[in-house]
């Protein structure tokens, strides 16, 4: 995740091309560190701003995994080892039985982590947002979109604020409020 | 409910299935959805800017058609006839049913399968149709998944209402409690409350996943409360891009995740009768013909709901023939799938050459003492749909409609044929009985449909039922190709 830090410079577009082509210049001219807001997730973001591969697919395993295992365990326990029954001289461990509320426990725990993996990879929820503050950004959620840039340390003149407008933002300030 | 509602506000001149209503834009359906139809046609009959279709699809948050308000007090009629008789069952044992020895499961168990079988079609729809990259899920995914979702609160009622002692229905869940008594997972009971539960919370965090940029929107086009619930429930979606591109990665896992769970609960439901020994119920086939059923009725659910939702609230533009020309289809394929199943199941009968199995097929069901009931789910299920053969009755709104009613009937009943027979002319004919189902039964099944409505009613009330950042994003790589 992106964490901006508190200089940044907040610039909005009115299409997602212009979102686009100004995330391929701002790179082109060597600022990373960046985020876009947008109505939707705008196809071709991807190529021009890259980002290390999501962690979730990998969390979601590990929660099916460890759910499957842990359903199959609880059925054991429960049904072997607390409170055996002998019904007809059925095996009391009866795998095939128990598949079916392995496989519900599986689906359930791997689901879980896909949630709730999903919002702490984001750090959601979290209500307050720097971007938040920034007039107009109602409408990222509407019809405009947004490109927040960390301005360089080494370089704190006007030469970004200068560069996103050049690219057609509609209107480019600062960030404002605590990160 | 709505359809009924719906009749109060006829005008002279229009169709009385449909009647115009102010926030309709487009006043040629039924008849023929729209002109140029079927599948020629887009899935976005107009190009509108973000905003503009934004305030389109937020408007039924801010105002509800004519109607609304009467739909949903005789929705709260209904919840409360539920209630009541829910009520009336708890204080005074499951005696108060038509159930009997040996027709032990009765109306509880039918409506409970005929129910989560409905659920199953808002998951296809959105989960099986996401993966298959179905462009055409957009539009109608978000009504097919609060259809389940609210298909499943009244699924989960029946058999927890059945088991007598409702109270007591937490013993389902493993836990070391002090009676040291657990539950015995040789047993369907669990598998059921296993696959329920399952179903029930993938559902919601599919559901809310999906939700979560829409909240967003509903919280920056309000002030005041509003913004502020909107606002916590959208928990603090920005936008950004890692939020996009987690969240599609997110819903895409969830789709892989509900794609088999679907497919499992109908199966674990089916089970509940193939394990028993029971003539009729003892079959492999059980599993598939199941699920296939299930998404039968779901669709048909889908189609009694999308209708009269689509023109009420104007979303012409949105969903459009094309929606119901794919659904169309879809549900005359699985009418053939469910014939298959039937004739399949008849023939294993009588190729067994099991006495038992052969008088359930060929004479308990076809001529017995439910047998008008039997031809009655023979002709809504497989006649039904071969209406969807015509590309003009695909794109006739009536024709939809009625179609949907009768397969949702004609899927009740077979639930109906299914429970009631095999246990009512089982292996011994000293033990045979008949089913006479109470007042109290009537109340119940009725009453869920009410509270179905209830609960459907307040979530267009609250939630936006199109997906907006979806639709804008689904035009956006429309106008990319140039379609």
């Known amino acids: 995740v992106i964490t901006l830090r508190r200089h940044s410079v907040v610039a909005e577009f009115a299409s997602a091309d212009a979102l686009l082509e100004a995330v391929r210049q701002v790179r082109a001219a060597g600022h990373e560190r960046m985020e876009t807001y947008s109505p939707y997730e705008v196809p071709g973001l991807d190529d021009a701003l890259p980002r290390p591969p999501s962690r979730l697919p990998k969390l979601v395993f590990a929660g099916g995994a460890l759910a499957a295992l842990g359903a199959y365990g609880v059925q054991v326990y429960a049904n072997v080892i607390r409170y055996p029954q002998n019904a007809g001289g059925r095996p009391t461990h009866a795998a095939a039985p128990f598949v079916i509320s392995t496989f519900e426990g599986l689906v359930l725990g791997a689901a879980l982590f896909a949630f709730f993996g999903f919002l702490v990879l984001l750090g959601l929820p979290r209500l307050y947002r720097p971007i938040f503050n920034v007039d107009g950004f109602d409408r990222a959620s509407r019809d405009r979109f947004f490109l927040a840039v960390e301005r360089p340390r080494l370089a704190p003149g006007r030469a970004l604020d200068e560069l996103l407008e050049s690219l057609g933002a509609v209107d480019v300030r600062p960030m404002k409020g605590k990160p | ?483």
């Open chain 2, 1 to 483: 409910v709505s359809a009924r509602t719906a009749q109060a506000h006829v005008n002279a001149g229009t169709d009385t299935v449909f009647p115009d209503t102010t926030v309709t834009v487009s006043s040629t359906f039924p008849r023929a959805i729209e002109a140029g139809s079927a599948s020629s046609g887009g899935l976005l009959l107009r190009v509108e800017s973000d905003g503009a279709l934004t305030d389109r699809l937020l408007a039924p948050l801010r105002a509800q058609p004519r109607g609304w308000r009467a739909a949903f007090l005789v929705s709260l009629a209904g919840t409360l006839v539920f209630v009541v008789a829910a009520v009336y069952t708890m204080l005074t044992g499951i005696g108060v049913w038509g159930n009997n020895v040996p027709v032990a499961w009765g109306f509880a168990i039918v409506n409970f399968v005929w129910w989560i079988g409905i659920g199953h079609a808002g998951t296809f729809l959105s989960a099986f149709l996401l993966l298959m990259d179905q462009r055409w899920r957009s539009s109608i995914n978000r009504v097919a998944e609060a259809m389940t979702l609210f298909a499943l609160v009244n699924a989960g009622l029946f058999p927890i209402l059945h088991l007598g002692r409702p109270w007591f229905a937490y013993w389902l869940i493993p836990y070391p409690s002090s009676l040291d008594v657990w539950p015995q997972f040789k047993s369907t009971l669990p598998w059921d409350f296993a696959a329920i539960t399952t179903y029930v919370i993938v559902s919601v965090l599919f559901w809310y996943a999906g939700l979560l940029p829409d909240l967003a929107t509903a919280r920056d086009a309000h002030t005041g409360r509003r913004r502020i619930v909107y606002g916590v429930l959208a928990l603090g979606w920005s936008g950004a891009g890692e939020q996009w591109r987690q969240h599609r990665i997110a819903l895409l896992l969830l789709a892989g995740l509900a794609t088999p769970l679907v497919i499992s609960v109908h199966s674990i439901v089916s089970l509940d009768f193939a394990i028993a020994q029971l003539p009729g119920w003892h079959s492999t086939i059980f599993p598939p013909y199941f699920v296939a059923g299930a998404i039968y009725s779901g669709l048909a659910m889908v189609l009694v709901i999308l209708l009269p939702v689509r023109r009420l609230y104007g979303l012409q533009t949105v969903i459009t023939a094309r929606h119901f020309d794919n659904i169309a289809k879809l549900m005359l394929v699985l009418g053939w799938v469910l014939l298959y199943c039937y004739a399949l199941e008849i023939f294993l009968a009588w190729y067994s050459g099991v006495p038992f199995e052969r008088y359930t097929y060929l004479s308990a069901r076809p001529v017995g003492p439910w047998a008008v009931l039997f031809w009655a789910m023979i002709l809504l299920n497989l006649a039904t749909p071969q209406l969807f053969w015509s590309r003009r009755f695909r794109s006739d709104g009536r024709v939809l409609f009625g179609a949907g009613i009768a397969i949702l009937i004609g899927m009740w009943l077979e639930r109906f044929i299914i429970v009631v027979t095999s246990q009512a002319r089982d292996f011994l004919p000293a033990s045979w009985a008949g089913f006479t189902p109470t007042v109290v039964d009537w109340a119940l099944l009725g009453g869920s449909i009410g509270l179905f409505t209830l609960l459907f009613l307040l979530f267009l009330r609250f939630v936006p039922p199109v997906p907006i950042a979806e639709l804008k994003h689904m035009q956006r790589e429309l106008l990319e190709e140039g379609g």
